[in-house]
């Protein structure tokens, strides 16, 4: 399985997942400013990996800059995109790390978040795992599963979350294929999830984002599996623009919806899907495709990055510590405290 991001004496080394699938490039980000870019980018994407790249970041910013900067390094890294809770979740744990090392030598502070770093790594590889374990029990057997953009080991430090659990049904034994959204504008699904599925020999077939409804009314849909970007205390569901809609389409044809997120996806800090801040990215995203015009030159687009599916279209959330049901509030609160 392809490697999303390694730390190494040389910096923090990513795929580009700008230029998959037709070009497997590595970038190595020496510096901290590097590695926002890389997010602002998304040269890295996806909540979980750009949770881990923000720590990694924090580490590179620690060995190589003054330690006056400590607060400037974090801050770039939090102004990078701001619908994924798991990269304030990710600063925020080196912050505490590094509260708690005050007055320790500064060769000692340097060491131990780069360990820290490493284990945030380690550490998300094995909740996607325990995700796939838990998630691969409600994937039916001989069926077709249908994802939206990309949540596999490209959007974590490996193995994925939602295609952590397409990924565990498959070691279970299970006979499944895949549908994957192709996901305009960004093409996740068409670019990341295709390839990566491919590479694993896992049976995939694209489809464009407005075949959706067909396929689900068709019968041959066994379940809806996504990753998510960030989960309000009552279970509504921040991720990739378009989520919303399938969940609405598999609802209409009785297809169970999930997604599949580990516990630092949760914000129970918020109430509902209403808090979430949605990253607003540019329009020319939407009007072109690598450079080239798809659209008459000059004219306005949107582009909303993530939208809010409601918790009443989320079958169950799939986390590291178990499957959360509705009411949210009150299974997701039992999960969070472990
Ligand atoms: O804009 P992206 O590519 O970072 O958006 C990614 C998604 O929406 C993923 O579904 C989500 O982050 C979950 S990744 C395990």
Redesign the pocket.
């Given at each position: 399985m392809v490697e999303t991001l390694e730390w190494t004496d040389a910096g923090v080394v990513m795929i580009d997942?700008t230029r998959l699938p037709r070009e497997t490039v590595f970038v190595t980000c020496k510096d901290y400013r590097e590695v926002a870019q890389a997010i602002k980018d998304?040269i890295i994407?996806?909540?979980?990996?750009?949770g881990v790249a923000a720590a990694m970041g924090i580490a590179i910013g620690v060995q190589k800059e003054d330690p006056s900067k400590f607060d400037e390094i974090c801050e770039t890294l939090g102004k990078t995109?701001p619908?994924?809770v798991?990269l304030f979740w990710g600063i925020e744990r080196m912050r505490k790390l590094y509260a708690s090392l005050a007055g320790q030598p500064l060769d000692v502070v340097r060491k131990r978040m780069i360990e820290e770093a490493q284990a945030v790594k380690d550490e998300d590889i094995a909740c996607?795992k325990a995700i796939g374990r838990f998630g691969a029990d409600l994937v039916p057997d001989g069926k077709i599963v249908l994802t939206?953009?990309?949540?596999?080991a490209l959007?974590?430090a490996g193995y994925?979350?939602?295609?952590?659990v397409i990924r565990g049904a498959v070691e279970q034994g299970k006979k499944i294929a895949v549908y994957a959204d192709e996901?305009r504008p960004?093409l996740?699904g068409s670019r990341?999830t295709a390839w990566e599925l491919q590479q694993d020999g896992i049976d995939v077939t694209i489809i464009t984002d407005n075949m959706a409804g067909h396929f689900l009314k068709s019968g041959n849909i066994g379940c809806v599996v996504?990753?998510?970007?960030r989960i309000a205390a009552n279970g509504d569901v921040?991720?990739?623009?378009g989520?919303y809609s399938v969940a609405v389409l598999a609802k209409e044809n009785n297809v169970p919806f999930y997604v599949?997120?580990?516990i630092s996806?949760l914000d129970l800090a918020i109430p509902d899907g209403d808090h979430i801040p949605i990253?607003e990215?540019s329009s020319q995203e939407v009007t072109e495709i690598k450079g080239v015009h798809i659209a008459p030159e000059g004219l306005a687009a949107r582009h909303p990055?993530?939208d809010v599916t409601p918790n009443r279209y989320v079958h169950a959330i799939i986390t590291e510590r178990g499957v959360a049901r509705a009411p949210y509030t009150e299974s997701l609160a039992a999960l969070a405290k472990g």
């Open positions: 997942q998304m994407r996806g909540a979980p990996a750009i995109r619908t994924a798991n996607c939206h953009c990309n949540a596999g959007a974590t994925g979350t939602a295609l952590g996901t960004f996740q990341l996504v990753g998510a970007d921040a991720n990739k623009i989520t599949a997120a580990p996806t990253e990215r990055g993530f």
